[in-house]
């Protein structure tokens, strides 16, 4: 019949031509016999899925799927190359590439040039990162071709967010005050500060120290890992009724912030005098 027919599955994108010679012959008795060539242009199906590869770009690392990125980088920093690519053809080929979801991240065309099927991209911050609000992030890339019907992929990339010393230490009271019987005994417990930093790491780690005037840097000190305020001499209300000074609270971040509070002692009368009369002239 001369039907030509193939033998088996055929892959545009492995063999997109197929050139080969088919012969006619007659059954005479000096049979006779001609040659044509045959050309097969593979027409091509929508049959593959967009590719997305994301790769690490300048000083942002990856590792296992993973990037890290400071809080304080600024906005429309690249985190990431991407490049999609589909290996159909026309229609087919023509990928439109999003992230999905609701995350302060977007792709920007990295060149106008090139052709439909293969593109790059650079995934960028839209906005400024917070550590303390939102530690790490989960992109997912969508890539989806023209095809009908069309297909899809997906990839991810996890970002997280490296903490900055943005943030000084608070302390839970900005001034407090507070009584103290005179005659005690040395080493005597105070008070307690506390103050908290919304850092992490050592940008967390606080060291107490006080800031005292002249006349009282040796009545008081503080345990720089605790807060725990003691006194270092025996008090006397007769001598001197009132103390003031700050406590400073630093991180042990690069630079160290600091936070301070007021601190105010009312030494409290014991009776420890005796009465004396006081004789006119």
């Given amino acids: 019949t001369g039907l030509i027919t193939v033998q088996g599955p055929i892959d545009r994108e492995d063999v997109s031509t197929l050139k080969f010679s088919v012969m006619a ?3 005479g008795a000096n049979p006779k016999s001609a040659r044509t060539q045959v050309v097969v242009t593979i027409k ?27 809080e ?25 590439c999003v992230v ?41 890339i969508v890539a989806v071709d023209s095809g009908n019907p069309p297909l899809s992929s997906t990839n991810s990339l996890k970002v997280q967010v490296v903490d900055v010393n943005d943030n000084a230490p608070v302390f839970s009271q900005s001034f407090t005050e507070v009584a103290f019987p005179e005659n005690n005994e040395p080493n005597d417990l105070v008070m307690e500060v506390s103050a908290s930093d919304a850092d992490s790491g050592s940008n967390a780690k ?25 006194v270092k001499a025996v008090l006397d209300r007769e001598q001197r009724e009132r103390y003031e000074f700050l406590v400073v609270a630093a991180d042990k971040g690069s630079p160290s912030l600091k936070g301070t509070a007021s601190v105010a002692i009312n030494v409290m009368d014991r009776n420890d005098n005796d009465p004396k009369f006081m004789l006119s002239g």
């Fill in 44 to 70: 091509d199906m929508n049959d593959n899925a967009p590719s997305i590869e994301i790769r690490g770009i300048g000083l942002v690392t990856h590792q296992d799927g993973m990037a890290n990125i400071s």
């Fill in 206 to 230: 606080l060291v107490y120290s006080l800031v005292t005037d002249p006349s009282s840097k040796d009545s008081f000190t503080i345990d720089p890992d605790s807060g725990e305020i003691r």
């Fill in 100 to 140: 999905a979801g609701d995350v302060p991240f977007q792709l920007r065309q990295a060149s106008e040039t090139g052709s439909d099927s293969k593109k790059k991209y650079f995934l960028q911050t839209t906005t400024p990162l917070d550590y303390e609000s939102v530690k790490d992030y989960t992109i997912e």
């Fill in 72 to 96: 304080d980088v600024p906005v429309e920093t690249a985190v990431a190359l991407v490049q999609v690519s589909d290996r159909d053809e026309g229609e087919n080929a023509v990928v439109t």
């Fill in 25 to 27: 012959k007659d059954k």
